[in-house]
């Protein structure tokens, strides 16, 4: 843009002034500079339909992400439910490895929770075709989930395995990075259904309470649980 303003500022203004407003001298610098002229011309229409074509791009990809993103507060949805039950499997498990309940290397009473299917296809859609913000939000959610899922698969292994190695502090730190999904989830469920804009904060430990409470946990009642979480947020999210 420089450049093309440098350009008529030199072919228009500069020639009038010089010739002192003789159309014929115009017309005669315009014709000796012919070939720059039509380069220069070429050049404009080329950024004019580069222009034109990103912005019909965009509107494009934005109304395919409003499309996509209409199937996002269902998948959420799911994915609260499986928190539930993993919540639950969690609490189990501390109080097994507590000895507040049945001890012992006996299976957990509580069902592994079955991994949601919806959320993978359109969380995969919606980072194609969102803001660089909420699809990093949405893939980091993602890492998340494979992470928890296998952590659950392995805590559930180990209750019939004679070397059990957990202690509360593992559950601990599964019960927040848990909590932490449920409350990025929170966050997404507004944006999802369009009702207020992308929130993109980092999370407080009022956050961690109400989802806990949603669980049907109060911290204090598993041991060091705030205090876990608490110092974790401190650390940046570090677990």
Request: net charge negative; hydrophobic share 40%; glycine share 6%.
């Amino acid at each position: 843009m420089p450049l093309i303003a440098v350009y008529l500022i030199c072919m228009i203004i500069a020639s009038w002034v010089t010739g002192q407003g003789d159309w014929g001298y115009v017309q005669n610098v315009w014709d000796r500079w012919q070939a720059l002229n039509v380069g220069i011309l070429a050049l404009i229409s080329s950024f004019v339909a580069f222009n034109i074509s990103s912005y019909n791009e965009n509107k494009q990809r934005e109304r395919n992400f409003v499309a996509a993103r209409a199937f996002l507060p269902e998948a959420l949805s799911e994915l609260t439910g499986y928190f539930k039950s993993s919540a639950a499997l969690l609490v189990e498990a501390w109080q097994r490895v507590k000895g507040e309940k049945e001890a012992g290397k006996t299976p957990l009473h509580t069902p592994m929770p079955t991994q949601p299917k919806m959320y993978k296809e359109t969380f995969s859609r919606c980072i194609e075709l969102a803001e660089p913000d909420v699809g990093e939000r949405l893939a980091y959610m993602l890492m998340r989930l494979q992470v928890h899922h296998s952590r659950l698969q392995e805590l559930v292994k180990e209750f019939s395995d004679d070397h059990m190695t957990f202690s509360p502090e593992n559950i601990y730190s599964y019960l927040y990075r848990l909590a932490e999904l449920q409350a990025l989830t929170n966050r997404l469920f507004p944006y999802a259904r369009g009702l207020a804009e992308f929130n993109n904060g980092e999370l407080e430990w009022t956050d961690f309470q109400n989802v806990y409470a949603g669980f049907g946990i109060w911290a204090h009642d598993l041991g060091d649980l705030s205090g876990f979480t608490q110092r974790a947020i401190a650390r940046g999210g570090s677990d």
